[in-house]
């Protein structure tokens, strides 16, 4: 499957080997996939920060536009710490997704107790509408489906597009879907890494740009085919996952979480009154951050040593979109609506065109 570079779409930065966000050491990513008859596209993406093991990391959240949900972020902002995995689905399947995290960590018994089998978990769901295509009243993410995705989490390449939480998404009218790159800092820089998982479904065509491309202007047709009302142009939502191997801490990684705003932007996205555009960072450093009662002794990078995490994670996010929309392809789901690829001949005739490639 080609991505954004094997396009020739050119971007900032050095990337990992992978340019996944599974270049940062531990990271697991898997997915479940659900396509069936002519209504179900949905299904559930898992994010493991340090793999199938109780290792809580230090992370921060932001909203850029709260129309949306990404559950256990009270926890994070107040504590600090992230305590299990990431999982991402569609909007009306944050409930069961949920409560399966917490029957799939107490079956697997990845928690730390607080007396004997005792312990809570507020887990981290976020969730993007996949309505359009999906039958998103249906209910069809089970237990099951969750468990698969926890337990098929691994390191390495990154499935992309049509897949996982993301296999019925949109965007900027193209379809949409997980897309996830990263960046390497200069050893001057620390060396560190920086990856991006998103779930892309949101912005309006005529805002989309590309490497400085207005692609929105080049390519004005291919917009969805809906037949029971379209959706307000714009709408729609993102998650983005940002992980990095630099020890930050919390304030520090909330600060990282809201520079995917700006990767966003960079492509013409809005956030739209309509729009759930919720992010989260964490940090795999300071694996002894987390303790039950002892005192921690943690690493911590200057503030003034933070602006090249920033910028990677900026052209992460920008990148990790883009190879969402290149991954994708046209799907027809619920009501035979039906929602065109971004076509990748005509975007590198525009990149052409703007003497991009």
């Not at 898992?46 to 709260?66: D, E, K, Q, T």
């Amino acid at each position: 499957m080609p991505r954004a570079r094997d396009l020739g779409v050119p971007f900032p930065g050095e990337t990992g080997p992978l340019n996944a966000i599974t270049d940062v050491a531990g990271v697991c990513v898997g997915h479940t996939t659900l396509i069936e008859g002519a209504d179900v596209r949905t299904g559930v993406t898992a994010i493991l920060p340090r793999g199938a093991v109780h290792a809580p990391v230090f992370a921060g959240y932001h909203s850029l536009n709260g129309n949306g949900e990404m559950t256990g972020t009270i926890w994070v902002e107040e504590s600090g710490f992230l305590e299990g995995p990431v999982m991402i689905t569609n909007t009306h399947s944050v409930g069961v997704v949920r409560d399966a995290v917490i029957a799939w960590t107490v079956e697997r018994k990845l928690y730390h107790p607080i007396q004997g089998d005792v312990f809570w978990s507020l887990p981290v769901v976020g969730e993007t509408y996949d309505g359009t295509l999906n039958d998103v009243n249906g209910f069809h993410v089970a237990p099951a489906h969750v468990f698969a995705a926890l337990d098929a989490a691994s390191t390495g390449p990154v499935a992309e597009g049509n897949v996982g939480g993301g296999t019925g998404m949109i965007c900027h009218g193209f379809k949409g879907g997980i897309g996830t790159a990263s960046r390497r800092l200069t050893a001057e820089e620390g060396g560190y890494t920086v990856g991006v998982l998103v779930q892309a479904n949101y912005g309006a065509r005529r805002h989309l740009t590309i490497a400085g491309v207005p692609l929105g202007e080049e390519i004005p047709d291919l917009l969805p085919e809906i037949h029971n009302g379209p959706p307000p142009m714009g709408a729609g939502s993102i998650i983005a996952v940002v992980a990095t191997d630099a020890p930050l801490l919390p304030h520090q990684l909330k600060r990282i979480a809201q520079r995917a705003g700006l990767g966003i932007a960079r492509l013409g996205g809005m956030g739209a009154n309509t729009s759930g555009d919720i992010f989260l960072a964490f940090s795999t450093a300071n694996p002894g951050g987390w303790q039950r009662a002892e005192v921690a002794q943690v690493d911590l990078l200057p503030n003034d040593r933070i602006t090249p995490l920033f910028e990677a994670t900026v052209f992460a996010t920008e990148e990790a979109i883009v190879n969402a929309m290149i991954a994708a392809r046209t799907m027809t789901g619920r009501n035979g609506n039906t929602v065109h690829a971004i076509p990748h001949d005509r975007l590198q005739a525009a990149l052409r065109k703007y003497n991009r490639l």
